[in-house]
């Protein structure tokens, strides 16, 4: 059986998802829960998956958490918490007392959304980092191209840290272009505290038009940096029904790996993300 290394739920009744604007998202605005995923994930061979943030609010991880407890199919959290808070140390110790708090194995913020490019190399920010290796967690990155650099130098400060790179830091596949995108992978990578997750590509490429070999480039140039035993497969279900359903983003992941040996897979699909998450 395999692993999910990145989806998402939420409950519009409970709280607003504000990032869900406009008519290009708008399929996005109703709930999705674990009880919608568990079908299709089962019926694509996962029978563990990670539950990763979506806002920046502190009673989402507490849910999070909660739910995982309950559940037989997510294995793991990744959660938010204020990283510039001086007694992060203590929040992240209070979320492990928390009921599911042994589910915490990661946290992660929207860096996508700073203005700073180097937001990750503020001194407070560095400090919150340095809160979660030393909590025994791992930093998810949701970072745009332009941010790879502060991520490479935020990974090289901090060996003691694993940095796991969601959705290979949303690269232009709309557009086609590798540059210079591919070259600051590569130097994410060299970095032996860096792992990415083979998540996300459908709604980077164009929704409509994207086929398996208009992502071929970029899944290649990852699996070329990282290898197998650094790369997680992520479904990014809801998200991802904006441009193909669950199972055909497994479907396509299988064919972007089918050259790969039978241990090179189960890395990828089952061991990256079970040694890293520790799930």
Request: charged letters at 25%; proline letters at 8%; glycine letters at 8%.
């Amino acid at each position: 059986m395999s692993v999910d290394a990145h989806h998402h739920v939420w409950d519009l009744s409970v709280r607003d998802q504000d990032w869900i604007t406009g008519p290009e998202l708008q399929p996005l605005r109703r709930n999705f829960t674990l009880a919608d995923l568990e079908p299709r994930a089962r019926d694509a061979g996962f029978d563990r998956t990670v539950l990763v943030q979506t806002i920046t609010v502190p009673q989402e991880t507490p849910e999070f958490l909660a739910l995982a407890a309950e559940s037989e199919l997510v294995a793991g959290v990744v959660g938010w918490s204020d990283l510039t808070r001086p007694d992060v140390a203590d929040e992240l110790a209070r979320l492990r007392e928390l009921p599911g708090g042994a589910y915490l194995k990661g946290i992660r913020h929207q860096v996508q959304g700073e203005p700073d490019p180097e937001w990750l190399l503020r001194p407070d920010v560095r400090r919150g980092l340095a809160a979660v290796a030393e909590a025994g967690l791992v930093y998810d990155l949701v970072v745009v191209p332009h941010q790879l650099p502060a991520c490479a130098k935020a990974a090289a400060a901090l060996p003691e840290l694993t940095f796991v790179l969601d959705h290979l830091g949303k690269p232009p596949i709309a557009s086609g272009d590798l540059e210079p995108w591919a070259s600051d992978i590569r130097a994410l990578a060299a970095l032996p505290n860096t792992v990415c997750k083979l998540s996300g590509m459908v709604t980077e490429a164009d929704p409509a038009a994207w086929t398996t070999d208009t992502l071929r480039p970029y899944a290649d140039t990852v699996l070329e940096a990282f290898g197998p035993g650094r790369l997680m497969f992520g479904s990014d279900w809801p998200v991802c029904t904006l441009a193909a359903t669950y199972g055909k983003v497994v479907r396509t992941a299988g064919e972007l790996t089918a050259g790969l040996g039978d241990a090179e897979r189960e890395a990828v699909f089952a061991g990256t993300a079970t040694r890293v998450y520790g799930i």
